[in-house]
């Protein structure tokens, strides 16, 4: 018997700096029951899906740079949606910025969750790599999630869920190739993530033009190599002036994209998932027990200065 799981993926349009919650909620609300109508298990929405990119401006008064963050989650403005998906009897995953105060301290992180079918948190996510600085750079766009967020300090975990192994990550990890492989060597089955990524950050990334390729390439590459679904959702279109790019996709383990949006707007994809797609690849040709002898790639060692002369022949 197939392990199939109907999965949507939920595109958002931009979310303007001043928009409020509860309008924010209002169209991941809309989004839901569209996924819920057709059927799905799971609704994926994107990275920082309740406001705007905001580590694109250098933030110096703390109230506001609070705001866009989330103390409570579910809190009493998410609250809606864990109430309406469970009414619906469906699962979803939700970027957002997460405070916290530990140890006396207010420590922030970009953070995901994955909701099962009767409205319970069942996994977390704090996203490792961070792009971009800490320090305003003289380019069009600034960058600075390393000002406005630590670093993630759950690694990559996987969890039993929705019939499957399912694990998250957040944007930019989806160009690092340890992201997919450490939830690959626990035997993920779909990796659910979301993305904002502009379509350039100006110089010296001269090759803004290929970011449409690299962010399909990435997660292809990622999906194929760990036999897992890869469920990629972009908050899209020009928001606030800065345009992102779209391509929202879900790809199977094969790494093909197997449905992917047309639009910059909001927008629900849907695909049945067979969990069990990956498992030739794991059986054969990325059986990692039987093909991968980290023993054998010699010393792995960080290069910190330059490599020693080549031999003299
Ligand atoms: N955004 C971008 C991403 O990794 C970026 C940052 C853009 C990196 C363009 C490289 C090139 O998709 C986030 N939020 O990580």
Not at 24 to 49: I, M, Q, T
Request: overall charge negative; glycine content about 10%; aromatic content about 10%.
């Amino acid at each position: 018997m197939a392990r199939r799981i109907r999965v949507a993926a939920a595109q958002m349009g931009p979310i303007a700096r001043g928009e409020e919650r509860p309008a924010v909620v209002r169209r991941l609300l809309a989004l839901l029951r569209e996924a819920a109508g057709y059927g799905c298990d799971l609704v994926a929405f994107p990275e920082l899906a309740l406001t705007t990119f905001f580590p694109r401006w250098p933030l110096e008064d703390e109230a506001e740079l609070d705001a866009f963050y989330e103390t409570a989650m579910p809190g009493p403005e998410t609250r809606p949606l864990f109430d309406e998906a469970k009414r619906l009897g469906i699962g979803f995953s939700l970027g957002y910025a997460e405070l916290v105060v530990e140890g006396g301290r207010k420590r922030r992180f970009n953070s995901s969750i994955l909701v099962d079918k009767a409205g319970r948190i069942v996994g977390k996510y704090r996203k490792v790599h961070l792009p971009g600085h800490a320090e305003v750079k003289e380019r069009p766009g600034q960058h600075l999630e390393k000002r406005f967020f630590e670093v993630g300090d759950y690694g990559f975990p996987v969890w039993r869920a929705f019939g499957g192994v399912l694990g998250m990550c957040i944007c930019n990890d989806r160009r690092w190739p340890e992201t997919y492989r450490v939830m690959g060597l626990q035997g993920v089955e779909m990796v659910l993530l979301g993305y904002n990524s502009p379509v350039g950050l100006g110089d010296p990334y001269e090759l803004d033009a290929l970011e449409p390729f690299h962010n399909h390439l990435v997660m292809q590459a990622g999906a194929y190599q760990n036999a897992t679904w890869v469920v990629g959702v972009a908050k899209a279109g020009c928001e606030e002036g800065f345009n992102q790019i779209g391509q929202t996709c879900i790809i199977a383990p094969s790494g093909e994209i197997v449905a992917q949006c047309a639009t910059l707007g909001d927008e629900v994809i849907v695909r049945d998932c067979d969990l069990d797609l990956g498992a030739p690849y794991r059986a054969d040709i990325f059986d990692f027990a039987s093909h991968r002898r980290p023993e054998h790639y010699g010393l792995i060692v960080e290069r910190t200065g330059a490599l020693p002369p080549p031999e003299e022949p």
